[in-house]
């Protein structure tokens, strides 16, 4: 018996045919580690939720889509951003968001120019701005190369600010304090406030209200930062 149970498997397997063998169908998912979205999370204020602009105009989002441009694909961005907010109101803002990821992969930081608007003294911005650089760095795993801090663009060249010297030399003092403090902690700064101040001579890189970047200027800084984002993203 069993050599006939043998002999009926044998002839079984040697009818079979390979081809008939049902195969997986793709498209298969990326392996483990494979082309996994970049997760970016943005910071800050007016100039980051792209206020009279459009979403894909405002510069986390422009920056997204650039990335792609060069094979660097990201999640969809996380902003924490309000028009108006200072320092300290960007803080409560992440304090009440329950929905965002511990790490990231990309972290930018742009706030103070509501601070200086509502003439408050450095000396608090500075402390605040720290301790948010501070939240920044930690949401991004504590890899500096991944943490970007951007300078306040100048609205004194703009038609609501008139050329007003007051307002630049406001922002002057505040870019001081948080370039310093971006280079204290190793934290790569860019400063994108000369390019704010061509806008009384190009009326395009300021939006409709007045007061705020257009998408043009917003592109203009993306081109500043893209190349060394990149790079830092692709090590």
Sequence with gaps: MRYLFLLIVT?????CNTNDVAKPQ?????????????????LGDSYTIGESVAERERYPNQLA??????GINLSPV???????????????????????????????LLIGVNNQY?????????EEFRSLLEQAIEFAAGDL?????????????TSFGNGNPAISEGIDAYNAANKAIA???????????????????????VANDGLHPSGAQYARWVNLFLTTIKEELEN
């Design 11 to 15: 002839v079984l397997l040697g009818t």
């Design 26 to 42: 793709g498209p298969f998912p990326p392996l483990p580690g494979e082309n996994t979205p970049i997760s970016y999370l943005a």
């Design 65 to 70: 889509d650039s990335l792609a441009k060069h």
């Design 78 to 108: 996380d902003i924490v951003a309000r028009t108006g907010w200072t320092t300290d109101e960007l803080a409560d803002g992440i304090a009440a968001r329950d929905d965002l990821q511990t790490t990231y992969d990309l972290v930018t």
């Design 118 to 126: 509502r003439n408050r003294p450095i000396e608090p911005y500075e």
């Design 145 to 157: 190369t991944r943490v970007f801090v951007i300078s306040i663009p100048d609205y004194a060249f």
């Design 183 to 205: 280079e204290t902690y190793g934290v790569r700064y860019f400063d994108i406030t000369p390019i704010s101040r061509e806008g009384l001579n190009m009326p395009s890189l």
